[in-house]
């Protein structure tokens, strides 16, 4: 891999144990290596790309100060948006001739304005957002297409069209954030979206009152935090689900389990774990938990997607854009990036309408 030179970390990249200057610098590095000429980030070289991973590593980039790249990505989920505001879980290549998976998932298609709420705020540029309101707003009314009758958001369209009439607490939950997100663009350039309050106030009463409503993934550390990471959950009550389930996941001195029955900690979930304790307050934990993912680092400053603690094996052998990504985010918002700590604390994003006796 030939990096990029000319790479400088911002002062909020680097946190003691976890990035100095150098080591922030070129995890930023690596991951612009991977993004094509047509924006789209990969998972690595030649590998499949996501929405929703894309966006994640996009989102790192602007917290580096590399808005440039940022916005390239961002002009390929324009470039590749379907005409009804979905995108297709998975690319490879370029072009229309590289989509890999023509399935679509809620979640991935709900994250872009995650991602341009993310931009404008690092960049204040509003001409980025006037151009990018129309590929948002497309991309949340597809989404809210997909609310099932108690709230929760149909997790997918077949490859044939036909929607899922079930729902994933891990992509409802980053689907709230969205269209939290969603309204604070909306805020700001006063075009209010009453459909879209209306459907985050029933989604957040779905994650916070009635599990029941979802597949049970519970093995998944993501359905754990993502309830705290995106927003259903704050307070007494995010610290009450985090701790409930905490010796299940967390493997000291290492990260976060991907599932609680298999002795393998993943970086991507462990620096969203970390994200998800810093919105709560606990900073020493997420530190702690970020410190546990150097033996993920490669010597180019990617990170292993993951490692089986039992074998002392790194796997799978790859090193994902998203896994950076997902690092630097949390270091960003612990070192108070304004943009990242923006994005991902709840109490500075519009709530959705609360319906009382709502499902």
């Known amino acids: 891999m030939t990096l990029p030179e000319g790479v400088a970390a911002p002062e909020s990249l680097l946190l003691p144990g976890v990035l100095d200057a150098a080591q922030a610098a070129a995890t930023v590095r690596s991951i612009l290596a991977e993004q094509r000429p047509d924006g789209g980030i990969p998972w690595f070289t030649g590998g499949h790309l996501d929405p929703w991973d894309h966006t994640e590593a996009a989102m790192a980039l602007d917290s580096a100060g590399e808005h440039t790249a940022a916005e390239r990505a961002y002009r390929w989920l324009a470039e590749q948006q379907n005409p009804d505001g979905s995108w297709f879980a998975g690319y490879y290549g370029e072009g229309a001739d590289g989509v890999s998976n023509r399935a ?5 298609c709900a ?16 001409a980025f957002l006037d151009r990018m309101w129309p590929v948002v707003r497309r991309a949340l009314d597809f989404t809210v297409g997909l609310q099932l009758p108690g709230g929760a958001i149909a997790w997918r369209l077949d490859e044939d069209g036909a929607p899922a009439r079930e729902a994933l607490l891990t992509g409802s939950s980053s689907i709230l954030h969205a269209l939290r997100c969603g309204l604070a663009i909306a805020e700001h350039r006063q075009d209010p979206q009453p459909d879209w309050e209306l459907a985050a106030g029933r989604l957040q009463h779905a994650i916070a009152e009635h599990p029941e409503r979802f597949l049970d993934k519970a093995r998944y550390s993501m359905d754990w935090y993502y309830p705290v990471l995106g927003g259903a959950l704050t307070g007494e009550a995010a610290e009450r689900r985090l701790d409930a389930d905490w010796d299940t996941f967390v493997v000291p ?4 389990r991907c599932v609680s029955d298999r002795p393998w900690v993943t970086g991507g979930e462990s620096a969203e774990l970390a994200l998800a304790l810093w919105a709560v307050g606990r900073r020493e ?9 150097g033996r993920l680092r490669h010597q180019d400053g990617s990170y292993w997607t993951g ?6 094996a790194i796997w799978p052998e790859e090193r994902t854009t998203w896994t950076a990504g997902a690092l630097l985010l949390a270091v960003a918002a612990l070192g108070g990036d304004p943009a ?9 994003l519009p709530g959705g309408l609360a319906v009382p006796g709502c499902c």
């Open 340 to 348: 990242t700590t923006a994005v991902f604390a709840a109490g500075k």
């Open 111 to 126: 994250y872009v304005a995650v991602g341009c709420w993310h931009h404008f705020l690092a960049t204040g540029d509003a």
């Open 285 to 293: 934990d997420a530190v702690r938990i970020l410190r546990g993912l």
């Open 253 to 256: 001195g290492l990260g976060a």
């Open 307 to 312: 490692y089986v603690f039992e074998d002392d």
């Open 104 to 108: 679509v998932e809620s979640n991935f």
